[in-house]
């Protein structure tokens, strides 16, 4: 039977945080995941808060972890350095993040022609976010035959003025134009998709006829400052020498913008995530569903996979409960108005079946039954009514948690990281405890495990 000192259930944003500080610390590791979580749908970038009102990452997060029952409210502090540490990962891992926590948010063209907020970009998207200059363009380039990507009514919607926003913390181009270019290899084809894009521009042959072609598109529209918005497709195994590419062949400077899913940012963030897991040690399943989680009395003591014709049994020191709440399948609403944490039977706190509808599509104030989840003590143990933990050496991270509203909030990435980080840092500490009063075979008490280094 396999063992592991910290199963981590979830392969999304929070918990692949919490395995990779845990694997660097020397941790055995094992994430299990029904399927791809949430990175394969996302822009690629970290929200950790964005609304109105707010003028920097650091100010919306500020603002949340004032409300009572808010996960900020104890993961505030953790924040930073949980993002630190990530970034620093991934970077060696060749996919570089710009902006910061106190930076401003700034609106970014989407492709469907209108304008999010962001503070931290991955690199490819990072031209976006610079304030637009006197008599500068953008020049939007649509893919023939790509349909998720429409320059054409995609300008006409950022032509006007309102989509830029009125808080006076944004400019926009002076001219906003489209181009449409036929790449390599695609005439008349009216299918094409992200993936096969992404994977063309992974070959240096096909990329340099492309950019060539994206080239003349550009210039043709006359000359001047600006920037050229491209659709999320440059490369995937190969994005760091595309992007180099493109900014060395293109005669303005590019930025992707990201896409319906999947979304190949995402996908890139999954990739080198991943990678770095691996890279450390930890071991990764992906298609092997939990069927149960076995415990013995406080403490969970093995997750059971599904796999093929059998079902296997890992055994865990720890748990890391990061199944994405309502919408990943961690929490579950029954006919008879309960929501249930089907692995481990979680107390779940939510809003009572009455009132799990709004009485408006999309209210002002949020859907009632987004604020669903699983409350936690200061170590993200799982807790009952009364506060008392449920497992000791369970942790809770990411969407699971109750008192956030993520979408309204734009505050999932923030959230997830850092309660990735403190899940990780809880452990170790308790796994330093445990070694600490657990004598050696010689007799001699082992040194206390080293702190988690930060790339």
Request: aromatic content about 4%; proline content about 7%; glycine content about 12%.
């Amino acid at each position: 039977m396999a063992t592991a000192d910290v199963v981590v259930v979830g392969a999304g944003l929070s918990g692949l945080t919490a395995a990779i500080a845990l694997a660097h610390d020397g941790a055995r590791v094992e994430v299990v995941a029904r399927g791809n979580a949430t990175t394969h749908w996302m822009p690629g970038g970290f929200d950790c808060g964005s609304f109105p009102g707010a003028a920097s990452p650091s100010a919306a997060v500020e603002i949340l972890e004032a409300r009572a029952g808010h996960p900020y409210a104890l993961l505030a502090p953790d924040l930073e350095r949980g993002l630190a540490f990530l970034r620093g990962v991934l970077k060696t891992e060749g996919l570089v993040y710009s902006g910061d926590l106190d930076g401003p948010l700034r609106a970014v063209p989407t492709a469907i022609g209108g304008t999010r907020r962001v503070g931290i970009v991955p690199d490819a998207q990072a031209a976006a976010m610079e304030p637009w200059a006197a008599r500068e363009r953008l020049v939007v380039c649509g893919i023939a035959g790509f349909k998720d990507f429409s320059a054409g009514p995609m300008v006409a919607s950022l032509r006007r003025a309102s989509v830029w926003g009125g808080d006076g913390l944004t400019a926009r181009p002076a001219r906003i134009e489209a181009v449409e270019v036929e790449l390599p290899d695609q005439k008349g084809r009216r299918n094409i998709n992200a993936l096969e894009l992404g994977r063309g521009f992974d070959d240096p042959a096909w990329r340099r006829d492309a950019f060539e072609r994206i080239s003349r598109a550009v210039e043709s529209t006359g000359r001047g400052p600006g920037r050229i918005g491209l659709p999320a497709v440059l490369g995937i195994a190969e994005h760091a020498a595309v992007l180099d590419d493109a900014r060395r062949f293109l005669p303005l400077p590019p930025f992707e913008v990201p896409l319906v899913p999947p979304s190949l940012p995402g996908v890139r963030l999954y990739g080198a995530l991943r990678a770095a897991l691996l890279r450390r040690g930890g071991r990764l399943s992906i298609g092997e569903p939990v069927v149960r989680i076995e415990t013995d009395g406080t403490r969970a003591t093995a997750v059971v996979l599904s796999a093929a014709v059998r079902e296997r049994r890992v055994r865990a020191g720890a748990i890391v409960l990061a199944t994405g709440g309502i919408a990943g399948g961690g929490l579950i609403g029954r006919s008879d108005g309960r929501l249930e944490e089907p692995l481990l039977g979680l107390p779940v706190d939510a809003p009572p079946g009455d009132d799990w509808l709004a009485d408006e599509a999309f209210p002002v104030e949020g859907h009632p039954l987004e604020l669903a989840g699983i409350r936690t003590d200061a170590e993200l143990r799982p807790v009952d009514s009364g506060g008392r933990s449920v497992f000791e050496n369970v942790r809770v991270v990411g969407a699971m948690l109750a008192g956030h509203r993520a979408i309204r909030e734009r505050s999932g990435d923030g959230v997830a990281i850092a309660s990735g980080w403190r899940a990780a840092q809880s452990l170790r500490l308790g796994r330093a405890e445990s070694e600490r009063e657990r004598p050696s075979r010689r007799g001699r008490r082992p040194a206390a495990a080293t702190p988690v280094a930060r790339p």
